[in-house]
Antibody, heavy 119, light 110 residues
Framework: QVQLQQSGPGLVKPSQTLSLTCAIS??????????WNWIRQSPSRGLEWLGR?????????DYAVSVKSRITINPDTSKNQFSLQLNSVTPEDTAVYYC?????????WGQGTLVIVSS | QSALTQPASVSGSPGQSITISCTGS?????????VSWSQHHPGKAPKLIIY???NRPSGVSNRFSGSKSGNTASLTISGLQAEDEADYYC??????????FGGGTKLTVL
């Protein structure tokens, strides 16, 4: 079955870059029918979709307006994974971050990573 | 893009039916048949229970059903069970080619 395994640091300093990776097993990041998302959840902001990458004969990315100037999601076909980079973080970016597969509804989720932004 | 509007909480007794609404606009819920619902239990991976307005993934109980009228989507849970107590979130595709979530609804089974 499809599984997503997240990795990355749980503590990031303000103004630095948050970086997480999501390794895929049981599917391909290059699948023509899947989309690979990053979603976060915090008590103050609830559940927030951040963006996604997907392949439809070429690569596409969609990003939420709230983070569009700071976010990059990249596929890595050699390792069958995708990554999240969020620049210039502030304490407001403290949240549990999830990777997920799905177009609108996410049918497969990673285990979640608590990322705290603090000096 | 504003979040979709859901009631903060709903409650019902075992065996009853409840409905959770998810209100958006013609740019999201009303404009596309890409509304999904997920169930979130604390400490567990979220679970997709409805996709594309009214479709259930394999393995999801038929006690869960989804519908849409205009700019409002609804999730109905019939025959409430204690295990249904959880947070429920709707999500929708939007005209900006992005996804937006609702604020979430806490279901309490009395």
């Amino acid at each position: 079955q499809v599984q997503l395994q997240q990795s990355g640091p749980g503590l990031v300093k303000p103004s630095q870059t948050l970086s997480l990776t999501c390794a895929i097993s049981g599917d391909s990041v290059s699948s023509n029918s899947a989309a690979w998302n990053w979603i976060r959840q915090s008590p103050s902001r609830g559940l927030e979709w951040l963006g996604r990458t997907y392949y439809r004969s070429k690569w596409y990315n969609d990003y939420a307006v709230s983070v569009k100037s700071r976010i990059t999601i990249n596929p890595d076909t050699s390792k069958n994974q995708f990554s999240l980079q969020l620049n210039s973080v502030t304490p407001e970016d403290t949240a549990v971050y999830y990777c997920a597969r799905g177009w609108v509804g996410a049918e497969i989720w990673g285990q979640g990573t608590l990322v705290i932004v603090s000096s | 893009q504003s979040a979709l509007t859901q009631p903060a909480s709903v409650s019902g007794s075992p065996g009853q039916s409840i409905t959770i609404s998810c209100t958006g606009s013609s740019s999201d819920v009303g404009g596309y048949n890409y509304v999904s619902w997920s169930q979130h239990h604390p400490g567990k991976a979220p679970k997709l229970i409805i996709y594309e307005v009214s479709n259930r993934p394999s393995g999801v109980s038929n006690r869960f059903s989804g519908s849409k009228s205009g700019n409002t989507a609804s999730l109905t849970i019939s025959g409430l069970q204690a295990e249904d107590e959880a947070d429920y979130y709707c999500s929708s595709y939007t005209s900006s080619s992005i996804v937006v979530f609702g604020g979430g609804t806490k279901l309490t089974v009395l």
